[in-house]
């Protein structure tokens, strides 16, 4: 892998605030859906990486018709 695609590789994770952020919703609820494996992350010593990538499909498995 070269440098460039390792940085876009960085680029596209997230952390646990700005997932909340982004869904509205509290870390402590992120990190429930981590702990219950209903979210994908990736763990660096103490803390959570979310890809984007993920983070999508996680939306895309919540969506509904009404």
Do not use: C, W
């Given at each position: 892998?070269?440098?460039?695609?390792?940085?876009?590789?960085i680029?596209?994770?997230?952390?646990?605030?700005?997932?909340?952020?982004?869904?509205?919703?509290?870390?402590?609820?992120?990190y429930?859906?981590?702990?219950?494996?209903?979210?994908?992350?990736v763990?660096?010593?103490?803390?959570?990486?979310?890809?984007?990538?993920?983070?999508?499909?996680?939306i895309n498995?919540?969506?509904?018709?009404?």
């Amino acid at each position: 892998m070269n440098d460039q695609e390792q940085q876009t590789n960085i680029e596209t994770m997230l952390t646990v605030r700005q997932t909340a952020a982004l869904l509205q919703l509290t870390p402590l609820t992120i990190y429930e859906y981590i702990r219950l494996g209903k979210l994908k992350a990736v763990k660096f010593g103490r803390y959570y990486r979310i890809r984007k990538e993920d983070l999508n499909d996680f939306i895309n498995s919540h969506k509904f018709t009404i």
